[in-house]
């Protein structure tokens, strides 16, 4: 009797769904934790302007059209047992596919969504769904209108895996990692000893500017790096400030035009 194999195909369609809805119940279980909070419980109740029933539902339709694309490509791609014979492991070739595949990322989503910005048919109709969430919060990362998603998250996520050359099976790690930093990216928690503060100047403090209304014309780049906003200008500089009743606040610092 054969034992019953799951194939990496499906694991690299399925298993960041999963990581997604585990990373961001781990944020729930925490509870509010207010004294970390980059803004308060009220302040989420309140400002945002649409319902956590919503979001769950555009969240789901958003997995559910990216694992149809994902098995797709895929299949398209070759499959998973063609890869494990031409690609032997090698932790330079992990480290390089995962750099070129963040790199892709980055790039792509950059601009996308800078343009989802500056055009104001596409921001009214399209973008603004995702700032809807002022506050952001853990399972809220990926709320999108469905076009919005396919165009920055499915199509970046599908170039990074041609771009990269990674096989089914590393793409389970990676989009695995890129989730993960993803949903970190928008807890709404300045959190002690998180290693994505650590590492990365793309953070959740970031993110929460390019939220703010006067930041939404900075801090475009997501989800690793700053490096795009840097070079053309879109990076805002920030200080974390603690709030009198508990938490943090970002507040944006003015460079003068000499600096």
Not at 43 to 61: F, M, R
Not at 70 to 97: C, H, N, P
């Given at each position: 009797?054969?034992?019953?194999v799951?194939?990496?195909?499906?694991?690299?369609?399925?298993?960041?769904?999963?990581?997604?809805?585990?990373?961001?119940?781990?944020y729930?279980?925490?509870g509010?934790?207010?004294?970390?909070?980059?803004?308060?419980?009220?302040?989420?109740?309140?400002?945002n302007?649409?319902?956590?029933?919503?979001v769950?539902?555009?969240?789901?339709?958003?997995?559910?059209?990216?694992a149809?694309?994902?098995?797709?490509?895929?299949?398209l791609?070759?499959?998973?047992?063609?890869?494990a014979?031409?690609q032997?492991?090698?932790?330079?070739?992990?480290?390089r596919?995962?750099?070129?595949?963040?790199?892709?990322?980055?790039?792509w989503q950059?601009?996308?969504?800078?343009?989802?910005?500056?055009?104001?048919?596409?921001?009214?109709?399209?973008?603004?769904?995702h700032?809807?969430?002022?506050?952001?919060?853990?399972?809220?990362?990926?709320?999108?209108?469905?076009?919005?998603?396919?165009?920055?998250?499915?199509?970046?996520?599908?170039?990074?895996?041609?771009?990269?050359?990674m096989?089914?099976?590393?793409?389970i790690?990676?989009?695995s990692?890129?989730?993960i930093?993803t949903?970190?990216?928008?807890c709404g928690l300045?959190?002690?000893?998180?290693?994505?503060?650590?590492?990365?100047?793309?953070?959740?403090?970031?993110?929460?500017?390019h939220?703010?209304?006067?930041?939404?014309k900075?801090?475009?780049?997501?989800?690793f790096?700053?490096?795009?906003?840097?070079?053309?200008?879109?990076?805002?500089?920030?200080?974390?400030e603690?709030?009198?009743?508990?938490?943090?606040?970002?507040?944006?610092?003015?460079?003068?035009?000499d600096e």
């Amino acid at each position: 009797m054969m034992g019953f194999v799951i194939s990496d195909d499906f694991l690299g369609t399925f298993v960041p769904i999963l990581v997604y809805w585990v990373y961001s119940g781990m944020y729930i279980c925490l509870g509010s934790m207010e004294r970390y909070r980059l803004h308060s419980k009220v302040d989420e109740d309140e400002k945002n302007l649409v319902t956590k029933s919503a979001v769950v539902k555009g969240v789901l339709l958003q997995q559910t059209l990216q694992a149809i694309i994902s098995i797709i490509l895929f299949k398209l791609t070759g499959s998973d047992a063609d890869a494990a014979t031409t690609q032997q492991f090698s932790l330079l070739l992990l480290a390089r596919q995962f750099i070129i595949g963040m790199l892709v990322i980055d790039t792509w989503q950059y601009f996308i969504h800078r343009y989802m910005h500056l055009n104001k048919f596409l921001y009214k109709h399209i973008h603004s769904q995702h700032h809807r969430l002022i506050v952001p919060y853990a399972y809220g990362a990926l709320y999108n209108h469905p076009l919005e998603g396919l165009l920055l998250d499915t199509i970046g996520g599908a170039l990074s895996f041609l771009f990269s050359g990674m096989s089914p099976r590393t793409a389970i790690f990676f989009f695995s990692f890129a989730t993960i930093k993803t949903v970190d990216d928008h807890c709404g928690l300045w959190l002690p000893g998180n290693p994505f503060h650590i590492f990365f100047s793309n953070n959740s403090a970031y993110h929460d500017v390019h939220h703010q209304l006067y930041g939404t014309k900075y801090n475009f780049s997501q989800p690793f790096f700053v490096l795009w906003d840097r070079i053309l200008g879109t990076y805002m500089p920030y200080s974390l400030e603690k709030r009198a009743n508990g938490g943090f606040e970002t507040r944006p610092i003015k460079v003068s035009k000499d600096e």
